[in-house]
């Protein structure tokens, strides 16, 4: 049941008729567990709550279903709006953006244009951009933009994923631009030919890739709710002497509350994943399918919103 339930929901997330109509009925049915709210100003309320407690956060304005240039410019505005709302609030918070949501499959130059635009803004700020790794049809173009922005601004980090096969040489090839990277495992659904099947293939090659991004003397940031992977990078830490400043956990808005807050009571660097806007459909049913047992949570939350 579980693996049907992981399917669905996968399968759901990209559904883009399911996407209009939860923009049309808002956050309703549970999602604003996951999800911060629909404006930068209810966004910048939640990093502040996260902020007096120690915690610092990443926001991302979701847009995942752009079709026209339009959109593109529009999703490009709004990240540099929520950079601004990061300086005139004083929050403690980095921005995260998926390139598709920026125009990467209508014109691969637009994305990029639309990238150094925010880029050149997060540095006039002083602040950081991390570009979110989306499917395995995106991976390749995205590593490749990242390293063309390279060459020009250090303020900007990328998502690699453990599922895939070629990612321990991805991390390899990174090394030369000292690459500050988020390793996560690995959300959507490939096919075995470029990803592993198993879990436990999965979380021997996340270790496997942390301890090798760490060695190489690079910002790591562990995206991960797994104990057990947590305890490894404490261990690995302590054991080769990595500083505290050299990597920090990161974990989703909304899960984990009680580890994210220990964590900081620990003396680590804990960031939250903040998403918030209209566009938050595909995210939820990414947040669904990695642990379907969310989905009664959600079912609770939506008949408690609308008794």
């Given at each position: 049941m579980e693996v049907v339930l992981r399917n669905f929901f996968q399968a759901l997330a990209k559904n883009t008729t399911a996407n209009?109509?939860?923009?049309?009925?808002?956050?309703?049915?549970?999602a604003s567990r996951f999800v911060a709210g629909i404006t930068i100003d209810e966004a910048v309320k939640s990093v502040n709550i996260l902020n007096r407690d120690g915690r610092v956060a990443t926001l991302d304005h979701l847009?995942?279903?752009i079709s026209t240039r339009e959109e593109a410019l529009e999703s490009t505005r709004m990240c540099i709006e929520t950079l601004e709302a990061i300086a005139d609030s004083g929050i403690k918070s980095n921005l995260s953006l998926k390139m598709t949501?920026?125009?990467?499959?209508?014109?691969?130059?637009?994305?990029?244009?639309?990238?150094?635009?925010?880029?050149?803004?997060?540095?006039?700020?002083?602040?950081?951009?991390?570009?979110?790794?989306?499917?395995?049809?995106?991976?390749?173009?995205?590593i490749d933009i990242y390293r063309e922005l390279r060459k020009s601004f250090d303020n900007v980090g990328i998502v690699l994923q453990a599922?895939?096969?070629?990612?321990?040489?991805?991390?390899?090839?990174?090394?030369?631009?000292?690459?500050?990277?988020?390793l996560v495992k690995g959300a959507y659904k490939e096919s075995s030919k470029v990803a592993f099947p198993d879990k436990k293939d999965v979380d021997e090659n996340y270790k496997k890739l942390i301890s090798q991004h760490l060695e190489n003397g690079n910002y790591t940031a562990v995206a991960t709710h797994d104990e057990a992977i947590i305890q490894y990078v404490k261990d690995e830490a302590r054991q080769?002497?990595?500083?505290?400043?050299?990597?920090?956990?990161?974990?989703?808005?909304?899960?984990?509350?009680?580890?994210q807050k220990r964590l900081v009571k620990e003396g680590y660097k804990v960031r939250v994943y903040v998403p918030y806007g209209r566009d938050w459909f595909g995210y939820n049913m990414r947040r669904l399918a990695e642990r379907p047992a969310n989905v009664w949570f959600v079912l609770n939350r939506s008949i408690e919103m609308n008794e």
């Open positions: 209009q109509m939860a923009k049309k009925y808002g956050l309703r049915f549970g847009g995942e279903f949501s920026l125009g990467l499959d209508i014109d691969k130059q637009l994305c990029v244009d639309n990238m150094v635009q925010i880029l050149e803004c997060a540095r006039r700020y002083n602040n950081f951009v991390r570009i979110d790794m989306e499917d395995y049809a995106h991976c390749e173009v995205s599922y895939l096969y070629r990612t321990e040489q991805d991390v390899a090839e990174l090394n030369q631009c000292n690459a500050n990277l988020r080769k002497g990595y500083g505290r400043d050299q990597f920090e956990f990161q974990m989703l808005y909304g899960i984990a509350e009680d580890l």
